[in-house]
């Protein structure tokens, strides 16, 4: 929960921009967790020689539904593209069989190397390994594809459509969505409070009516934007994780799983006695040490994590590159104040890549990325039913975050 608080960002409008009307908005999330319209006109608002990239336009947007900003190389994976586009109801069974195969695939591999290693001189070993981390890796990018697809394919039941690349930067419009289908749609109550929260720390402060209101125009660095949606995709993968274990424990222990009679029952159980603890999912959160923030902060598998990583370049660009270009920007700053000025006016030089969007587009932006974690989640399990995942790494790779050490620069968050 802790790479939560990394994702804030500093919103200032552009003083230039502050004659723009404002676009159809949805205001956050109301007290009781609806979402209410703040307005029906929609205007075209932008300066400069910038072309707006309108998600209702033809070319964001293209007549026949496609499957977010990421491209799919494999054979398999553009089968199933194609049946996702042209047959959704053959999608999961013909994902389900194409894991199957490669699993089958990968099994009889291993007990032909087995016995050919014990025959195998050293040199021929080495060969014959080198064979399979080449084929181990395809393999890898298959299923890579075929998890990023079964995303995009609950994005499409959800009736949401994924938002275009938004490489290069400029000015962005989404267009009008019911974001019913990034919030209410995909959580339990517990995690869409989270959420909500997730949410408030990224747009601005909660009573603010000219962020709810969708009428700010902010102008940020596209690597601000990049992280602010890549942490936030990590942010809703752990959200889904911990509430899965808290519904998980929550019903069992309504249940009395732990056992009525057991003198430990409180220490095991922790909806025993706490009754208003087990309707939150905060509270729960909170309760966790340190081995088990870090067992839950973890991506699970690494095919699940080139996958974030695809859809996060896919839509940004290398964050590594964007982070290096905004840094050579600035130069030393030796305060966080000084950095921000100097963002600032980088920003208007055009010497970094950034984006002009309403503060309505970029809560949805933070929503769309908030339910990818989420739903990636959910389709790692299921495919990890199938095939066997590999398991990843606790370190989160530097193409989703941009992190590199680089001791003595201040970048404004």
């Given at each position: ?261 057991s003198s430990e029952t409180t220490a095991s159980n922790p ?142 968050e």
């Amino acid at each position: 929960m802790a790479l939560a608080s990394r994702a804030v960002v500093e919103l200032r409008s552009d003083a230039t921009l502050a004659s723009c009307e404002q676009a159809p908005a949805f205001s956050a999330f109301a007290g009781d967790g609806g979402l209410r319209s703040s307005g029906s006109a929609r205007r075209q608002c932008g300066r400069g020689g910038g072309v707006a990239r309108l998600a209702a336009d033809t070319e964001a947007v293209p007549d026949r539904w496609r499957a977010g900003p990421a491209e799919v190389y494999s054979g398999e994976a553009q089968k199933a593209l194609y049946l996702l586009k042209e047959n959704p109801m053959l999608f999961d069974p013909a994902v389900e069989e194409t894991l199957e195969a490669i699993r089958d695939q990968r099994e009889e591999e291993e007990q032909k190397q087995e016995a050919l290693d014990q025959e195998a001189g050293k040199d021929t070993l080495a060969l014959r390994r080198r064979m399979e981390e080449v084929r181990e890796a395809e393999r890898a990018r298959i299923v890579t594809e075929l998890l990023y697809l079964k995303v995009c394919s609950r994005f499409k039941q959800l009736q949401v459509p994924l938002i275009p690349t938004l490489r290069g930067g400029g000015n962005v419009k989404f267009g009008a969505l019911d974001l019913k289908g990034l919030t209410e749609d995909v959580y339990s109550k517990d995690a869409l409070d989270l959420v909500r929260e997730h949410l408030f720390r990224i747009i601005g402060q909660q009573g603010s009516t000219s962020y709810m209101g969708g009428l700010a125009v902010v102008q940020i660095a596209l690597f601000q934007v990049g992280q602010v949606y890549a942490m936030s995709s990590l942010f809703g993968y752990y959200l889904r994780r911990v509430d899965a274990r808290y519904q998980l424990e929550k019903l069992a222990g309504n249940f009395g799983a732990w056992g009525e009679e057991s003198s430990e029952t409180t220490a095991s159980n922790p909806f025993a006695e706490d009754k208003e603890g087990a309707d939150s999912l905060k509270d729960y959160i909170k309760a966790f040490g340190p081995e088990e923030v870090q067992r839950m902060t973890t991506i699970a598998s690494v095919e699940a994590q080139m996958a974030m990583e695809q859809q996060v370049t896919a839509l940004f660009g290398d964050l590594r590159v964007l982070k290096e270009k905004l840094v050579n920007a600035l130069g030393m700053s030796t305060s966080e104040q000084e950095a921000t000025r100097k963002l600032e006016q980088a920003i208007q030089n055009n010497e970094v890549e950034s984006l002009r969007i309403t503060s309505d587009d970029l809560r949805r932006l933070v929503l769309e990325a908030v339910a990818y974690g989420a739903l990636l989640n959910d389709s790692e399990k299921q495919v990890d039913t199938i095939y066997e995942l590999t398991p990843a790494s606790s370190r989160i790779s530097g193409a989703l975050t941009g992190d590199d050490d680089d001791e003595g620069r201040y970048l404004p968050e």
